[in-house]
């Protein structure tokens, strides 16, 4: 990742078989396929189910599920590292129970049909906002870590923003992330996700100590630094001793960076974005100082580089500006926040313009969503409601018409932290037939979440350790697995990106990758520890990925 450096990569020589694999009695041999690929956490009742039959031959005859026997039906041509594709529809299965997807002697991963198939999802991704906890680590225990934070390096006073959540692999701790998670986890209908909000609303407050300031960083790349450590015995050194208290970047509106120098243009991404944070929260008076600052700032703030050239990118503020006023208004009724909040969601309008695209910049649109026209939807009159629902139908529609093209139905861009626009296309057709009633874009949201959980080409979940006993992530990059023996549990990792992204990192090597049959131009995937670019979990994918099962109805 821009702000995951390589220093940490180390090969990883431990190499077990990748389980699930099918086999079967007659020549291809096991591992040479088929595969049937499924999602193998499940299916709701009434979910679109398709698996995807892939191998080097051509096929032909009846699959099976349970009772339920149908063709295999037409190949759907060669795709990725796959000659010949089949799509074996049993949406007709409604369960509940357990299956597996059978052909011949081939059978799938084993899944869930059922109004409960998700039922221990949530508590799993919770689990990991929770080990990923800064100054407060429920699972790691004692000592707490960073519990020094910061200091502002603008002015070398000492300011408290103990707290919140490390990014991903690394102790640093980003607010562009921060305040998103903060905010879709208020909007999360389940008693864990509420609690993990609270742990984090501390840190939003005291982001803004000031009408002028707003913190978008705590520590810097300065963390990637060897040796790689847990978050308590983090001896990193920003100027005041290893180990020492941590830097603390304002957003400045400007390009910012003591050597390198991200693009800022303002503060309004990030100011926003914690006013919507802060009023979900029910802070309102810091809601309105944040939301004045984001007003008075225009542009967006990105993360700040240090040692390397690499930052988050964001590169949309009126998103943000929608859902802090949306939220201002839902807290307050006060009808100017309501104003302002149509009046940037059309300014804002389809802004999702990475949805139909082969690629885009790191973070160049975040929120993935712009969940401010589904929260604003309800209080708009009809025309305005009309604009909103278009607005997501037209980055639905690019994303739908690429998805067609290929068996497995991934139509977003496959580049670093993939996982994120997967569930961001899914999200959005969930919150789009919520306001409308519109379904036509179910069928491929299905098959966005069912890509999550491993249904891929690599028939893998990219949720660690999900589902238990599954064949998911198991070898992250993540120091609780790499020094502690601990499998961060219910991270969601980045997931594929093209050859070409990966070949171009400098990981280190490992041998034997057990996937290397499903590797392909179109995407690599490795469940190993030294590549950070497919492999290392994410706080706000994960939280995404919340926020996405709980739309799904
Ligand atoms: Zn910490």
Redesign the pocket.
Known sequence: MIRRVARWAVAVLVLGSVGGRSSRAEPPAPGEGPWIRVNQVGYLPDDPKVAVLSGPEALAGTFRVGDFTAEIGPDQGAWGPFAHNYRLDFSAVRGPGRFRVRFGEVESAEFAVGPDAYAAVPDALLRFMQLQR??DDPIAGEPK??LQDAIDVTTGEKVDLVGGW?DAAD?L?HMITTSYCVAALKLVGHEGAQAEARHGAPLIRKLHPRPDVIYVQVGDDRDHLPPATL??D?RSDYGWGPGGPRSAWPATGAPEGPKFQNASTGKASLAARCAAASALNGDVEAARSMYRLAKASPGVAMSVPVRAPHYYGESTYLDDMEWGAVELYRATREPEYLADALAYADRAGDDAAWMGRDAHGHYEFFPYVNLGHWRLFEFADEAARARLAGYYRAGLERVRDRALKNPYRVGTPVVWCSTNDVIAFATQAALYEEMTGDASFRGLAAEARDWIFGRNPWGVSFVIGVPEGGVASSRPHHMFHRLAGRTPVGGLVDGPVTRAINESLKFSAFEGDPLAPFQSDFAVYHDEYADFSTNEPIIDGTVSLLLLLDAWR
């Open positions: 800064c100054g870590c960073h490390h102790r701790k978050w308590h983090d």
